[in-house]
């Protein structure tokens, strides 16, 4: 099965950038896309980004929009999650996740069949 280590959290002040990565690894079918979820404590899990890894699609929720950066090394099994101008909202664990069916619905992590462990980010001002 496919596994999955993000690391690149810790902590930040407002207005500052942080770089998640995320490296799975364990996997014999092909991972046909991969997100970036996060939750905060008392709140719904949330999806921030998505990509493709045959194609160029992105995807994001608005409250990221312009300010985060998903891109992926395909020849290294890794994506990336550029996080700027974060905002104390921003605080939260955040999670990647790879899907392996042909259709999904890009920030629903019912489309998603393996997790990592997470990884924490905390903004402050």
């Known amino acids: 099965q496919v596994q999955l280590v993000e690391s690149g959290g810790g902590s930040v002040q407002a207005g500052g950038s942080l770089r998640l990565s995320c490296v799975a690894s364990?996997?014999?079918?092909?991972?046909?896309?991969m997100g970036w979820f996060r939750q905060a404590p008392g709140k719904e899990r949330e999806g921030v980004a998505a990509m493709l890894t045959g194609a160029s699609n992105t995807y994001y929720a608005d409250s990221v929009k312009d300010r985060f950066t998903i891109s992926r090394d395909n020849a290294k099994n890794t994506v990336y999650l550029q996080m700027n101008s974060l905002k104390l909202e921003d605080t939260a664990a955040y999670y990647c996740?790879?899907?392996?069916?042909?259709?999904?619905?890009?920030?629903?992590?019912?489309?998603?069949?393996?997790w990592g462990q997470g990884t924490q980010v905390t903004v402050s001002s």
């Open positions: 364990g996997y014999t079918g092909p991972i046909r896309y």
């Open positions: 996740a790879a899907g392996q069916s042909v259709g999904f619905t890009p920030l629903s992590g019912r489309s998603y069949n393996a």
